[in-house]
């Protein structure tokens, strides 16, 4: 099975700051990455697929880029409503693989 | 509008059997793949279970092969999962979640159910 390595596991930040997570795949997964956000007792929320592209309706904020096996979640200035876990997903293999999560934390 | 409503959750002990539903609306079921997804209390997300938009292809995390069963009843929209031989590790939030895209197999996730809670406990 294809390994995802999320960093950092959580993440201390500001209102307003600009925020990377990065994940990695333990082989190439071309571009076949997602990301969620999920809000405590909430359901996963799709954000980005194939890697860069903004799933309708998210804001702008939101980024994602790489290929291969290196990939980010940028968020330009971080918002009250990004307060959350991210996820990220490869969807390369039918054995789908999931990040073990990044916190993003309220400084 | 696109909903998805996971029930058959409950406590059960190890050994134990459990099956669960997801019922969809708001889309054409027949036409996306579908997906098991579980989350353990305070841990992240484990996918479990994909079954191709016409039934015929399965796929299985490890951790389940050989103990769980995933189908669809189109007639019903409805998705299932049949768990047998539990084991307390298998406690977790079970989500049902739809295939992005009608018919690609391998497709982010979107919508997700909010979800069902399975204990294994003696």
């Known amino acids: 099975d294809i390994q995802m390595t999320q960093s950092p596991s959580t993440l201390s930040a500001s209102v307003g700051d600009r925020v990377t997570i990065t994940c990695r795949a333990s082989?190439?997964?071309?571009?076949?990455l997602a990301w969620y956000q999920q809000k405590p007792g909430k359901a996963p929320k799709l954000l980005i697929y194939?890697?860069?592209s903004l799933e309708t309706g998210v804001p702008s904020r939101f980024s994602g880029s790489g290929s291969g096996t290196e990939f980010t979640l940028t968020i330009s200035s971080l918002q009250p409503d990004d307060f959350a876990t991210y996820y990220c997903?490869?969807?390369?293999?039918?054995?789908?693989?999931f990040g073990q999560g990044t916190k993003v934390e309220i400084k | 509008q696109v909903q998805l409503v996971e029930s058959g959750g409950g406590v059960v002990q190890p050994g134990g059997s459990l099956r669960l539903s997801c019922a969809a609306s708001?889309?054409?079921?027949?036409?996306?793949?579908m997906n098991w997804v579980r989350q353990a209390p305070g841990k992240g997300l484990e996918w479990v279970a994909l079954?191709?938009?016409?039934?015929?292809?399965?796929f299985y995390a490890d951790s389940v092969k050989g103990r769980f069963t995933i189908s669809r009843d189109s007639s019903k929209s409805t998705l299932y999962l049949q768990m047998d031989n539990l084991r307390p590790e298998d406690t977790a939030l079970y989500y049902c979640?739809?295939?992005?895209?009608?018919?690609?197999?391998?497709?982010?996730?979107?919508?997700w159910g909010q979800g069902s809670l399975v204990t294994v406990s003696s």
């Open positions: 979640a739809r295939g992005r895209w009608q018919q690609l197999v391998l497709t982010p996730f979107d919508p």
């Open positions: 708001g889309f054409a079921f027949s036409s996306y793949p």
């Open positions: 079954l191709s938009y016409d039934g015929t292809n399965k």
């Open positions: 082989q190439s997964i071309r571009s076949w």
């Open positions: 194939k890697a860069s």
């Open positions: 997903q490869q969807y390369n293999s039918y054995s789908s693989t």
